[in-house]
Structure formats: C-alpha cells, structure tokens
C-alpha cells in the first residue's frame, strides 16, 4: 500500500465538478450588503472632488466610502508588509486624493444589492487635477537603476557581481550573436475573479469578529494584513479559504477588495462581499515589462567563452517589485566572464506582482533564444550546444553544486520522445502543405524552494485520519498529494485519510507559491504524521499486558491501518484499537517543519526541463500554430503523476499563450491598459492547443526535503516560450525578439 507516486484522482474532484466547491464570493450569509468599487480614470494626480448624493438618495444604498469619510484604521499609522510585499510601501486604498495609476479605486459604494450598488457607482461624480504620468518604459530605458534590498530578495536574489571581463572575453570571441527583446505586460485573469466576503459575526467580549471567505493563496497572509491595518487581534479574524480558482501568483498578496469589504463590515457592522469585474482584474498587479538585452561570445567548437544578460523592468512609484531575469543565465552555463544585471525603472503603475514563473519564464527565453541563434553561428545542433556548456555547479551562488540535476537525461528523452534527430536543421527547409513547419526546443530552470510550515495530525476515535494545515491548494493538487504522503507514512488506506487546509484556525502555513507546497507542507505533513506514531506507540505500550509493552518505537511498523512488530507481523493491533486506549477522546499531534537553513545553503536546488516543439507557420496569414509540444521534466521525486501532469500541462499551455498570446497594451497618452477584458486580451482556446506530452525523467534528491520532491507549478511554462520562438526561426528563418509573436511580428 504506497500511494506516493501513483496517479491518484483528485480527492477534491468532485466536489469540483459538482459545484459543492464554495469559492470566496459564494458563501451567502444573512444581510449580506454588497460593494462595489469605482476605479479612477486618470493614471497620476488628485481627486478634487467626489460627489455621492445622487447614489446616496438611492433607497438601500448604505454608504458611499471616499479619501474624505473613510475611517481612521491603524493600517495609516504603520507600514505593514505582507508576506509577498517587495520594498517600498504598500499600496493603500482611499488612503488620500492622490491617484498613483489608472484604475486606483476611489470609492466604494455599499448596498443592499450587488445591482444596485452597481448602479449607484455610475451615478457617483469623480473630478480630478490631472498631472503628467510616465508609463512608457521603452521611452526611459537608460534610467534603469539598482533595485532595493528588503525580505523579498532574500527569496529572490539580485544578479551576483560580474565575473571575469565579459566585455574583453566577447571581443576575443571568434563567434557571437547580440540580441534585443521586448516582452509586454501580462494581466492576472484566473476563472475566478478577486472577491472577499466578510462575514460580521458581531462582539465577542466588545470586541466585533470577522470571518472572512477570501479569494488567496495564503489564508495567514490575509489575516495577518487586516489583523495589523485595523489594529486587531488575532481572535477576532479568521481568513477562510478551501478553494481557490485559479491564482498563479494573483493571490500572493491581499488585493484591495480585501482592505475596502472589511472596512466596510468594520464601519457598518453588517457582512459585506465586495468582488472585482474582469475589467477591474487589470488594476491589480500584472507580470510587469521587461526589456532584455543578450550576448553570447564563444569559440568556434562551441564553448561559451562570454555571457551578457541585461534587463530592465518597469515597476510603480511606491514599490520596488523585482523578479529573478537573468541569474538563471549562469545558472544554465558556467561561463566565465559574466555580466548579470537587472534593473528596475518606476512608473506610474500599479506594482507588479509574481506571475507564474516569475521573471524565470522572462530571462529565459532571452538566453534560450540567443542559444539557437548561437547554435546556428556555429552550425551546431541546439541539443549539443547545450551540453557542450552543460553547468555541473552554480556560479550565481557561489559556485555550489546543484542539489541534483538530471538534465541530460531531459535533453535525452525528450529529444527521443519527440524524433529530435529526424530535424534538418536547415529553415524554411520543411512544409505540409501551405505552411512551413518548423522544430524548436529550449531548457527550462526554476527554483526547488522549502519553507517553515505547520500541521495537524488527529486521528478520531473511529480510526479516521484528519491531517490540517493552513495552506492552499490553487489547483495544484495539494488536497491530493497531502492525503497520499499521510496515508503513506500512517500505513493507512487512503479511504480513511481527509486533508484539509485555507482556514486560518489550522496550523500556520505560508503562501502558496514559488512551487514550494509540496516541499514544505508535505515535509510538515509527513513529520506530523511520523510524530503523531510515536505519540500511538506510547499509548499502545503503556498498559503492562500490551503485546508491545518492552517493544521500541524502531521495532513496529505501521501498515493495513495497524502498528505491528517489524519482526513479527502477527503481534498487531490496529489504529481504532490504539485510539480507544486514549479515554474516547481522539488522539492529535502538531508539528512544525522546519528546513536547515545551513544545510540547505551548501547547494544550489532547482528544477529542469528541456521542451522541443513543432509549429506551423502559414505566412500567408501570419499565425504560429503550436501543433505538438514535448516537455521533459527533472523535478525530483513526483508525487503523483496524474496532478503532475495536469501542472506542466497548465504551464506548457501557459506557455503558448505567452509567446503567441497574452499581452496587455497600454495607451500611453491615457497611462491605461486598454484591452481589459477576455475578449481583447487574448489567451489560447481549446482549438488552439494541440499534442501536448509530458516526460518525467527519474532524479533523486535527498537534499531537498524528506519527500525528495521539488515542486513542478511553474517548470512547465518556463521553456516553452523560447522552444516556440525557436521553432518560428526554424519555419521561416526570421528571428523575432520579442513577445508575444503576434501576425504583425510574423508578416
Ligand atoms: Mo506563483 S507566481 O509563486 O503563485
């Protein structure tokens, strides 16, 4: 009985399919009042002047909130960081008249219906002093400057110094290739919108409680926000959250519908849901603009002997947001004379905000696209140049060794997988038809990251197992990969296992995200369940006539739902038998788990991939078909390949709609983002997606955590945009820089 690496369906399902799933605005309470926000119009200035008495006379409109009536909440007299936050200063709703960027919300209206509330926003007068706003990065590309130091760089480490001279090694460089890529901002559009209903629960002891049905990826992160900003305490809010429809990085932080629903449910005393239209979902947090500039310098048997990764990222007036770009560069190739850099420019935006694969998915198809063109400077197959400069340790830290690294064997199968050798190299050599067909691939890298997380282990008097934490499961499978890791390590049937998890009363867990869910909360469940037998084992060898009264712990297993004597099977008692021992009452173990920092730190922990993929370009028309994709994976131990492959699935499509698709376009005579909504920003429909393969390729890593698991949510994406961009060259000789390859870029 081992459930760890079986497909196992998703326990959460059904419940999925059948609409029994609660998300964040569906939870009906009694009275509930509905907000709705009124996002500014202009991008930099000053409201001069609201008027609500036309929405305020409608009957069963509660309250209009502006800057100028808006409660005095202990969120203005500190600058609270959430878990997510970069450095800088949070953005704070109705704060003062200043407007930072278009689509800030100005007011919220409350009131006894969501359509009414609608209708008063339009009835509500907004005038404003409006002032000159810069949001074109392109037009300020050499303002770029050093980011700030905070929390957020420990988990995303700035560029390390430049080795070597780069410069003088690339001018020694018989072969070379230079390249200039822009990518446009992405927008957040999960099927399930922002939304936070608040449930006034009234006093408790004078002091008024909230339950709170958010839309996150991290029930703590959400309570501690509206704990701190409102100057309360712990007990009295509690942040539920079971499902979550989509996040991808929207959830990391709490959004201002959050701030604007508990204000409202703080002021009137009354429960309140206030949720984000889709246009709205653009005026929080986007993955932000980034302009990269590459060189490649190497000698002509193909060793890179000079490495130059820039880039420059937009970010807002108030906060310093900053991503990982270019490290991963030296990652992939230990070259060595380097230039890392990355800067940051402020604009009148919005702060961005991770998107999946933060900054990994952007510098990578920078260098994995400069690494085709290089192939074809030296005419060499883009497989072999990659191995040619295949990194055996990590120069960006240090020179570590990687904690494992079964690249080679991504490279192999997937390379077999997709009939890689059958390609001639030649472009525009191959046609079906009309259209020209080209091959691609690219590497992939992404971060094995392990945090601090706690859970609960409770075993019930009817010898059912109920394991807790306060994480998320954004789709990921988490609900899933928790039950087989407790069933696994209680030798139990996984039948009789229930995971639970968003619901801020359980075990403190932290967001989740940067693909660390299944490293940290599986490392906390299997030590809460590992801990929770030894609290069974006591119990059951307490009694002087118990068979295993002079036993040690070492000499029992756990299996069939019994705790049995290694040596001899027969001598057993099984878990309902051991409970009952314990004076009816259930017996519960919680435990923190927790990584060594120190050990850690002596490797470097990532995952690999290497996608090859096939296009079809009809250049008549100028659209890029994605007709079929390998991806090749090297993430540790997989905990169940059925979920596993749903995410790289996720992440190759998201890849497609990254190189071919999404894009938000911003008019910069208005500071906006125009194409706010699904049907002018674009992202790929069934008919668009094709054959999609997954490869898992086998890699043992006892480093990582206990499980050897590394975490497979963002891997999928990272390659794929420059496998794509790299098989567009192959269909048509034309290398395009930037993304996405829209028909505009192909003709
Ligand atoms: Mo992911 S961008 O860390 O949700």
């Not at 960006?396 to 890689?420: I, M, V, Y």
């Not at 001598?571 to 919680?590: C, K, Q």
Request: glycine content about 8%.
């Amino acid at each position: 009985m081992t459930y760890i690496g079986q497909p196992v369906k998703r326990v959460d399902g059904r419940d999925k399919v059948t609409g029994k799933a609660k998300y964040a605005a569906e939870f009906n309470v009694p009275d509930l009042t509905y907000g709705y926000v009124i996002s500014g119009t202009i991008a930099k200035g000053k409201i001069t002047r609201i008027d609500s008495s036309k929405a305020l006379a409608l009957p069963g409109v509660l309250t209009v909130f502006t800057h100028e009536n808006r409660p005095h909440t202990a969120w203005f007299d500190m600058s609270y960081k959430d878990q997510d936050a970069p450095p800088g200063s949070p953005f704070r709703p109705l704060h003062d008249a200043k407007i930072k960027y278009s689509g800030q919300p100005v007011a919220l209206v409350v009131a006894e219906t969501f359509e009414l509330a609608r209708y008063a926003a339009s009835l509500v007068e907004v005038s404003y002093d409006e002032e000159t706003h810069e949001t074109d990065l392109e037009a300020h590309l050499s303002e770029g400057r050093e980011p700030s130091i905070g929390m957020a760089t420990l988990i995303k480490p700035l560029p390390p110094k430049p080795r070597g001279d780069a410069d003088a090694a690339m001018a020694q460089a018989p072969v070379s290739i230079k390249a200039h890529h822009v990518h446009g901002p992405q927008h957040h559009n999960p099927m399930e919108m922002f939304g936070t209903t608040v449930v006034y629960e009234g006093e408790k002891k004078g002091k008024p409680y909230f339950t709170i049905y958010d839309k996150t990826q991290g029930a703590p992160n959400s309570q501690l926000y509206v704990k701190q900003i409102f100057g309360l305490s712990l007990d009295q809010v509690r942040v539920i959250s079971p499902y979550v429809g989509g996040g991808f990085g929207s959830g990391l932080r709490p959004q201002y519908q959050l701030f604007l629903a508990v204000m409202a449910a703080k002021e009137l005393k009354r429960s309140v849901r206030v949720t984000l239209t889709r246009q709205q979902m653009f005026t929080f947090g986007h993955r932000p603009q980034t302009v990269q500039d590459v060189e490649l310098g190497a000698a002509a048997d193909g060793t890179i002997t000079a490495l130059k990764h820039g880039a420059i990222a937009a970010t807002s007036q108030f906060e310093d947001y900053t991503e990982v770009v270019v490290n991963w560069s030296g990652m992939l190739y230990d070259v060595p004379d380097a230039t890392l850099e990355y800067k940051l420019k402020s604009l009148d935006l919005y702060s961005p905000l991770d998107m999946r694969a933060p900054g990994g998915v952007t510098g990578d198809h920078a260098i994995e696209t400069a690494m085709d063109a290089l192939a074809y400077e030296l005419n060499m197959d883009p497989v072999e140049l990659r191995l040619k400069n295949y990194s055996e340790k990590d120069w960006t830290e240090d020179d570590k060794p990687f904690s494992s690294k079964e690249l080679r064997e991504c490279f192999r199968q997937g390379a077999e997988r997709f009939g890689w050798a059958s390609r001639n190299p030649e472009p525009r050599a191959t046609k079906r038809g009309d259209v020209l067909v080209g091959w691609g691939m690219a590497t992939g890298i992404w971060d094995a990251s392990r945090m601090f997380a706690r859970a609960e282990a409770l075993l019930t008097v009817n010898g059912k197992l109920r394991v807790s934490s306060a994480t998320a499961d954004i789709g990921t499978g988490t609900y899933t990969i928790m039950t087989q890791i407790a069933a696994d390590t209680m030798g139990m049937p996984i039948e009789d296992v229930i995971f639970r998890l968003g619901d801020t009363d359980m075990p403190m867990a932290p967001i989740q995200g940067g693909s660390w869910t299944a490293s940290t909360v599986g490392s906390a469940v299997k030590q809460v369940c590992e801990d929770l037998k030894k609290t069974l084992f006591k119990l059951a060898r307490k009694s002087s006539q118990s068979p295993f009264h002079n036993a040690d712990f070492k000499e029992v297993i756990f299996r069939n739902g019994q705790m049995a004597l290694r040596e001899n099977p027969s001598i057993a008692m099984s878990l309902t038998d051991i409970v009952s021992l314990n004076g009816g009452r259930a017996v519960s173990e919680t435990s923190t788990s927790m990584p060594n920092p120190l050990e850690l730190k002596k490797y470097s922990r990532h995952t690999h991939s290497a996608a090859f993929v096939e296009v079809e370009v009809d250049e008549d028309l100028g659209t890029v078909t994605v007709t079929r994709a390998v991806s090749a994976i090297a993430a540790g131990k997989i905990l169940n390949p059925r979920t596993a492959r749903s995410q790289i699935i996720g992440g190759m499509v998201w890849g497609i709609s990254h190189a071919l698709q999404e894009d938000s376009k911003m008019d910069h005579r208005y500071g906006r983002f125009m194409n706010h909504n699904l049907a002018e920003y674009h992202m790929p429909v069934c008919a668009d997606i094709h054959d999609l393969d997954v490869i898992f390729v086998e890699e043992h890593d006892e480093i990582v955590n206990p499980l050897g698991a590394k975490g497979i949510g963002e891997i999928g994406l990272v390659a794929m945009p420059a496998a794509i961009a790299n098989a567009v060259f192959h269909a048509t000789g034309k290398r395009i820089y930037d993304l996405p390859i829209t028909i505009d870029r192909v003709l």
